[in-house]
């Protein structure tokens, strides 16, 4: 008797998928060549050849249209933020480190393991990666305190933000490695306060 068990097919991907991919394109050119807070919906809308609600309809915002760019489909910038800022100012620090740690733990690290090195690798996409951090992450804290010297705090809360990254997930230092965000972000808390709202005279 015949196999009449369905077959995969091969061919053209779903209309759908192929406008994603191309607004994805679109979207790391438009991202390079302007900037992120040059780049708008509309804009990238334009060079992907659709309309800016196709846009909308795979990515609700901008920062997440970056996030698409950069592989880490999961993170979603807004939501961190709003977790971040809505609290005390004067433990404003410990929750940042504490929320981002959190945001990438839900897989126990394997999409920062696999992003970061990919992103890394990619010229273009390494460009991308301290817009990511300065404007989608950082910029929405930064403006909330309005303070001086921000392109100066935003790269200090950053280098301390990258090292527990690399130490928690991709070179795994014990005793970061193991313990948990609460637990790191009482203990480094302190030092991005003091980054995002001390004194920095030098």
Known sequence: MADL???????????G???RADILTAARAEFLERGYEAASLRSVARRAGVDPGTVRHWFADKARLLTATLGVTEIEPDKLMERVVDGPLE???ERLVETVLSAWDF??????RMAVPAVMADPGLRGLLPQFIGAAILGPVMRTLDAPDAPLR?????????GLMMTRFLVPVEPIASMTPAEI???AGPTIQRYLTGDLAR
Request: glycine share 12%; proline share 6%.
């Open 107 to 112: 897989d126990g690290g394997t999409m920062v």
């Open 17 to 19: 998928q192929d406008a």
């Open 185 to 187: 972000a009482a203990l």
């Open 91 to 93: 433990s404003l620090g």
């Open 154 to 162: 935003t790269a200090l809360v950053a280098s301390q933000m990258a």
């Open 5 to 15: 068990a369905p077959t995969s097919r091969r061919g053209r991907r779903p209309a």
